[in-house]
DNA sequence: CCGGATTTATAGCCATTGCTAAAATACCCC
DNA sequence: GGGGTATTTTAGCAATGGCTATAAATCCGG
């Protein structure tokens, strides 16, 4: 009853469950049983033969969350304007953190934004992709203003940084039970800083 | 070497020390041992006995930090106008989360966004206290439509989740590395979705 | 139908988790 | 100085943490 080949088991689907059980409970909120109950994996020798360590797996799920749930960052940017880059990309916000499908809230953030000295490596991968998609966000109000939709004189790095603390302020908001209308809301509010050619 | 009464033994201190721990750790990641340690008490025994278990020190931890590097969040309400309030507020939060003498962020958004089944209480607690916030800003931008500091049509309870969303933001973006600088600059931005009497 | 490769499962590592009963100690008041 | 009280200590509970060595079971290629 136990053994064998490669049962060319679906990795993808059981990241899916690892994903949703690090998302709700956290990077240190989860433990090894958890995601071996949850990805239908019977023990953990199996699980750490297929994806390795705990922050190993952890890398991975993240990998497939900015693939899957949160694969709408990336698409925003191919908006053809900057505003409706950065629109799709809160508007994005306040749908991916209350869809009922999955838990509340991004793992980006609430994965692990405060944690014992064992989890360290993983906060910091968190905060390393935060900032990643700060710097993408800026990246593109840069080509904005090189395009003129933006004044010359505003500050890209700023407004991305503007931007992406609403973003993550979504992200707490959510996860303390706000619904999808309130955070829609809060988006047309913050668009209320666009700059506007004076 | 052991016993006595109670030497009036400054728990208001220990309470700071355990709050150090809560805010940087978060309260899943902090284990019994690094609060006995920071809080200058031998074992665990004297840590029920002086305040109760996990959850009931932490709830206390929370009430410490209330009144002491979060005061400015009450005292922000004793601005004359509203927008003075928020702004004392969204400014004291960028400079709170970014103290050189506390860790960066905030407990109450740090604390405990997702966990562990067996820490939900905790993250009940730090939610209710989150939306506590939120509801006593929005009364104060009901007072100021009251007296037509805000217009009439104005959404007290929209505008005080977008600025609470723009506090909890800032406090990710603390926990994330942002510098005081560029916090009071995003309160700036933000500030600019202030509602105008058209 | 067997040998070799591979993945399972069993069992257990060592450390720590939050928490507590019982015993030992030190203090204050009389 | 003795009695009573309060506290600290020692020791340990049952459970779990992440992780791994060993061994059993299964499949494939031949």
Redesign the pocket.
Known sequence: ???????T?DSEAALDRALEVFWRQGYEG?????LTKAMGI?????L??AFG???QLFSKVLDRYADGPARYIREAFDQPTARGAVEALLHGAADATTDPDHPRGCITVQGALACSPGAQTAREELTARRAAGEAGLRARLERAVDTKELPADADPAGLARYFTTIYQGIAVQAAGGATREQLHQIVDTAMTAWPSRA
């Open positions: 009853m136990a053994g064998g080949r490669p049962r088991f989860t433990a090894i049983s958890d019977n023990n953990a020798p199996s750490y033969n360590n705990k922050e």
